[in-house]
């Protein structure tokens, strides 16, 4: 059994920056970030394998967010600059313990967080 608590959601004016934080319980083979806006479902943000490789990104956020990882502290932290209002979601932290080729599936994930609200105002 793997927790994520995460951390770093807020209200923030377009354009500006947030940091999120998910620290896991244990090791895990991938992390990644999702997120859901109201009335929509739930889409991959980013990703990454704590071993070795670069991280994965939605075309939406791609220049904009990026994923980074301390495996020292099992953490991974997701900075999102210039943050536009359909930024605007609750983001869940999720942890893989096995490999699969698709990542941004939310069923290749065993573990979620319990998510923390992003608010980007126009």
């Known amino acids: 059994q793997v927790q994520l608590v995460e951390s770093g959601g807020g209200l923030v004016q377009a354009g500006g920056s947030l940091r999120l934080s998910c620290a896991a319980s244990?090791?895990?083979?991938?992390m990644a970030w999702f997120r859901q806006a109201p009335g929509k479902e739930r889409e991959f943000v980013a990703g990454?394998?704590?071993?070795?490789?670069?991280?994965n990104y939605a075309d939406s956020v791609k220049g904009r967010f990026t994923l980074s990882r301390d495996n020292a502290k099992n953490t991974v932290y997701l900075q999102m600059n210039s943050l536009k209002p359909e930024d605007t979601a609750v983001y869940y932290c999720?942890?893989?313990?096995?490999?699969?080729?698709?990542?941004?599936?939310?069923?290749?994930?065993?573990?979620w967080g319990q998510g923390t609200q992003v608010t980007v105002s126009s």
């Open positions: 999720a942890a893989a313990l096995t490999y699969s080729s698709n990542y941004v599936r939310m069923g290749s994930y065993a573990y």
């Open positions: 990454i394998v704590w071993s070795a490789g670069n991280p």
């Open positions: 244990g090791r895990t083979y991938r």
